[in-house]
């Protein structure tokens, strides 16, 4: 008889235990990354809340210092007043959460909109461990029919939320109960397939009563063919050991294909968290640009308001004299030298007609005007809203404002378009007309780039 050499199932038990230790490590690794990832898209709803409030107190504030004037006034009383943002989410609800399982076990945790899968969830795995209390094969089936009804109505209701995910944003925490949604459910029906083997194997097959007669032929059929019984023991302890062995790698097998299953669960949550929070961020930096802006509107207007209170005139302090630079073209903003009020694009620096002296306004947001070096006029908005060089004087017309953060590419807003909000300057590229846009984000982003070039610094 032929014996199996055993030898090497020590090295294979060592490889398979090293081999679970490191998916274990990476199953911990992937989790604990996902659930920084997760916390980090409650950070970012919280920043989204923050925005909006923020957002609320900035149009608030706008509408109060319209409202000081009469024309103000006339607007708003024909106009919606600005609503409140939706009250804050509870502490529970922006906290991230730690243990999606107590979530799972403890409703009051579970957000409402997977309310229903996850009450299904718990109705299957409540109704999966009933299998095994089961007396008769017809309860069985019948308990067996309700188990498999309900976990098509999990996975139904689970695919419906993600189909209206597009639509209705879900928060980083529903996100994380969905995926280990999808666990719970994997477990149970692993967990049913057992009990569904065991169970049905007790009722199919009932065992065989083996008689006295029966035995004395076994065993005179043993001593017939002569049987050694070395060779029948080593037989029967070396199946044995095989047998155990083939039970170890089954369950090595179970154990390595759950851990890689939640590592591409945990991976799949991993990407669609961090994609839903660059969407995110890119809506948090665009509202922040928004906010900057109608929050520098605000000032100004307060500041003209301020200033119409003052009887006297305010005063500036000259900077220095600069070049106003076309950045797309190269060319420089100059006053046409046949019609000194008109402005042009020049190709080459002219000294005189190029040259523009900057004055800043005192007590003011940093506020500047700009006069021409040849005809000592000022740059500003005429009362039909054309871009012209003919005031003799520093008012609020002739008032700008200017990125001193970066002179070499900055855009231009008037401050006192729009009726007081301002509008950054644009220059049409097809006709060269100066024109002013809006006050917002958008606008600024059309608006045409200049570089400020210090010609004389005499601060």
């Known amino acids: 008889m032929t014996r199996v050499n055993l030898s090497g199932c020590d090295e294979c038990l060592e490889d398979n235990t090293e081999a679970q230790r490191a998916a274990a490590e990476a199953v911990e690794l992937s989790r604990s990354t996902l659930e920084t990832t997760l916390c980090q898209g409650e950070q970012l709803d919280h920043c989204d809340d923050l925005r909006e409030r923020h957002k609320y107190i900035v149009d608030k504030s706008s509408r109060l210092?319209?409202?000081?004037?009469?024309?103000?006034?006339?607007?708003?009383?024909?106009s919606k007043d600005v609503a409140p943002p939706p009250a804050e989410t509870s502490v529970k609800e922006t906290l991230c959460l730690r243990n999606v399982s107590q979530a799972l076990d403890n409703e009051e945790f579970v957000p409402e909109e997977i309310e229903e899968p996850a009450t299904i969830t718990k109705n299957y795995e409540c109704n999966v461990l009933l299998l095994e209390q089961c007396q008769s094969k017809e309860e069985f089936d019948a308990l067996l029919s309700i188990c498999t009804q309900l976990n098509k109505s999990a996975r139904k209701s689970l695919e419906k939320i993600r189909q209206g995910h597009n639509k209705n944003r879900l928060s980083g925490r529903s996100i994380q109960i969905l995926r280990k949604l999808d666990f719970k459910l994997e477990e149970i029906e692993s967990e049913q397939k057992k009990t569904v083997g065991?169970?049905?194997?007790?009722?199919?097959?009932?065992?065989?009563?083996?008689s006295q007669n029966d035995h004395?032929?076994?065993?005179?059929?043993?001593?017939?063919?002569?049987?050694?019984?070395?060779?029948?023991?080593?037989?029967?302890?070396?199946?044995?050991?095989?047998?155990?062995?083939?039970?170890?790698?089954?369950?090595?097998?179970?154990?390595?294909?759950?851990?890689?299953q939640e590592l591409l669960h945990n991976g799949a949550s991993v990407g669609a968290a961090l994609e839903q929070q660059n969407k995110?961020?890119?809506?948090?930096?665009?509202?922040?640009?928004?906010?900057?802006?109608?929050?520098?509107?605000?000032?100004?207007?307060?500041?003209?308001?301020?200033?119409r209170s003052v009887w006297r005139s305010l005063k500036s302090d000259f900077k220095c004299c600069v070049g106003i630079e076309h950045v797309q073209t190269k060319r420089f903003l100059a006053v046409e030298p046949q019609n000194k009020r008109r402005l042009i694009l020049q190709d080459e620096f002219h000294p005189e007609t190029?040259?523009?002296?900057?004055?800043?306004r005192r007590g003011s947001c940093k506020l500047v005007g700009f006069q021409n070096k040849c005809t000592r006029t000022w740059l500003g908005q005429s009362a039909l809203g054309y871009i012209v060089c003919k005031a003799g004087n520093f008012g609020r017309n002739e008032e700008w404002e200017i990125d001193e953060g970066n002179m070499s590419r900055t855009q231009l807003l008037c401050a006192c378009s729009n009726y007081g909000n301002g509008g950054?300057?644009?220059?049409?590229?097809?006709?060269?007309?100066?024109?002013?846009?809006?006050?917002?984000?958008?606008?600024?982003?059309?608006?045409?780039?200049?570089?400020?070039?210090?010609?004389?610094?005499?601060?």
């Open 65 to 78: 210092v319209r409202g000081m004037t009469w024309s103000g006034w006339v607007a708003n009383a024909f």
């Open 198 to 210: 065991r169970m049905g194997d007790s009722f199919q097959f009932q065992p065989m009563k083996v």
């Open 216 to 260: 004395s032929k076994e065993r005179k059929l043993e001593t017939s063919t002569g049987t050694n019984t070395a060779d029948r023991i080593w037989s029967k302890a070396t199946d044995t050991k095989l047998q155990a062995r083939i039970e170890e790698q089954d369950k090595h097998l179970d154990v390595m294909a759950s851990s890689i």
């Open 280 to 307: 995110m961020l890119e809506s948090l930096n665009d509202g922040a640009d928004e906010l900057l802006e109608k929050s520098k509107m605000v000032t100004r207007r307060a500041d003209r308001l301020s200033q």
């Open 354 to 360: 190029c040259a523009f002296e900057v004055h800043e």
């Open 424 to 459: 950054w300057l644009l220059v049409r590229d097809d006709t060269e007309n100066f024109s002013v846009l809006g006050y917002d984000s958008k606008a600024k982003e059309r608006a045409t780039l200049w570089s400020i070039v210090v010609l004389d610094d005499n601060v």
